[in-house]
């Protein structure tokens, strides 16, 4: 995700994360951003190492 589009909603996906129960700001930094990862492989080992949700959920595919 871009850092500005990260950004321009972190206070929406704060609030909606905290209403899930996902840990609001927590679960914003394991957004992986242009600054954190660009290659597909660099945003999955950060997802790996931010402990993302996605990886637990079942393969869209």
Do not use: C, W, Y
Request: net charge negative.
């Amino acid at each position: 995700m871009p850092t500005v589009l990260k950004d321009e909603v972190r206070e929406a996906l704060t609030q909606r994360a905290d209403e899930l129960g996902l840990g609001g700001e927590e679960f914003l930094d394991k957004i992986a951003d242009e600054t954190s990862a660009t290659t597909e492989e660099e945003v999955l080992e950060f997802i790996t190492k931010a402990n993302h949700p996605a990886l637990t959920m079942d393969p869209m595919f």
